[in-house]
């Protein structure tokens, strides 16, 4: 079954403790995105990758980061978490074509005390 | 400037009613895509519809359609006969592939529909 998938579901954390939210695709994407949904604001795009090991900032980066070693994943890590960083991330893939709809994870709801 | 304006949080619409979500846009770009995307209350995100920037017709699928007008840079979606199911968050989205490939999200619609 083409999905992707993250890990994991569900994170309570405190502050400043380093955390990696796992994101994987099986559909052979080039392009992979994180998201983060905040009420009112809708997604904000944090970071995307076209293809392996090219990355680049979306709109809201700070305090965020991302490696894209291999083209199934692409994990985000947040190294020292605070509070504002408190929200629902997706991750999406696709192909690169600007007709190409992307594929959302099942999203991850991160809390941060 | 917003690159994707939704300026209805919230609507109510009756059931087997059609209702229009309104969604402008902002680009320079002549190369561009418009999605829309529902997210029930079960938080997945689920594509609906989408529009070319040099597709003269509207897009339609099924009980949806999107109401492209270039010139105004409007992209409305448009449910017909609403069902009970349709009651979702609601989000328009563009994709630049000239600039960066980057996505942009409205802000999102809240249907409800009523019975």
């Known amino acids: 079954e083409a999905q992707v998938t993250q890990n994991p579901r569900y994170l309570i954390t405190v502050t400043g403790k380093k955390l990696t939210v796992t994101c994987s695709q099986n559909?052979?994407?080039?392009?992979m995105s994180w998201y983060r949904q905040d009420p009112g604001l809708g997604l904000r795009q944090i970071y995307y990758?076209?293809?392996?090991?090219?990355?680049d900032k979306g709109d809201v980066p700070e305090g965020y980061k991302v490696s894209r070693k291999e083209k199934r994943n692409f994990p985000l890590i947040l190294e020292s978490p605070s509070p504002n960083q408190t929200s629902l991330y997706f991750c999406?893939?696709?192909?690169?074509?600007?007709?190409?709809?992307?594929?959302f994870g099942p999203g991850t709801r991160l809390t941060v005390l | 400037a917003q690159k994707i304006t939704q300026t209805q949080p919230g609507m109510f619409v009756q059931e087997k009613e059609a209702v229009t979500l309104d969604c402008t846009y902002d680009t320079s770009d002549q190369s561009y895509g418009l999605f829309w995307y529902k997210q029930p209350s079960s938080g997945e995100m689920i594509f609906l519809i989408y529009q070319g920037s040099y597709d003269e017709q509207n897009a339609t699928e099924g009980r949806y359609s999107l109401n492209f007008q270039k010139a105004r840079k409007s992209a409305n979606l448009v449910i017909s006969a609403s069902q009970l199911g349709d009651s979702a968050m609601y989000f328009c989205a563009m994709r630049e592939p000239l600039n960066f490939n980057k996505f942009y999200f409205g802000s999102g619609t809240k249907l409800n529909v009523k019975p």
């Open positions: 990758s076209m293809n392996v090991e090219v990355t």
């Open positions: 559909m052979n994407h080039e392009y």
């Open positions: 999406a893939s696709s192909f690169s074509g600007s007709a190409d709809t992307q594929y």
